[in-house]
Nanobody
Framework: QVQLVESGGGLVQPGGSLRLSCAASRNIFSAVSMAWYRRAPGNQRELVATLSSDYSANYADSVKERFTISRDNGKNMLYLQMNSLKPEDTAVYFC????????????WGQGTQVTVSS
């Protein structure tokens, strides 16, 4: 079993920045893929960014050029740097990961709230 714990959410004004962190209980060097999702009130869960084992990143069109996904294997951490935040970025953000020991299972964190408002 793997525990993922997100942090770093909060209230920020439009145009501001936040960095989300996701701490994993397992060595993420063995992660097949890691990703950030979000769910806004009344909306379905949306894929925000993915980071594969070869460190290639992909982003939703809505966050390209503003968000950056990264990982630190030594600290077992996944990050999401969010810049130029917009009110429509308001959502609960979740990290998820799949590992080589069970590549068909996605592990999820509990989420962290991001609110962009003036």
């Amino acid at each position: 079993q793997v525990q993922l714990v997100e942090s770093g959410g909060g209230l920020v004004q439009p145009g501001g920045s936040l960095r989300l962190s996701c701490a994993a209980s397992r060595n993420i060097f063995s992660a097949v893929s890691m990703a950030w999702y979000r769910r806004a009130p009344g909306n379905q869960r949306e894929l925000v960014a993915t980071l594969s084992s070869d460190y290639s990143a992909n982003y939703a069109d809505s966050v390209k050029e503003r968000f950056t996904i990264s990982r630190d294997n030594g600290k077992n951490m996944l990050y999401l740097q969010m810049n130029s935040l917009k009110p429509e970025d308001t959502a609960v953000y979740f990290c998820t990961a799949r590992f080589r020991f069970d590549p068909n299972t996605s592990f999820w964190g509990q989420g962290t709230q991001v609110t962009v408002s003036s």
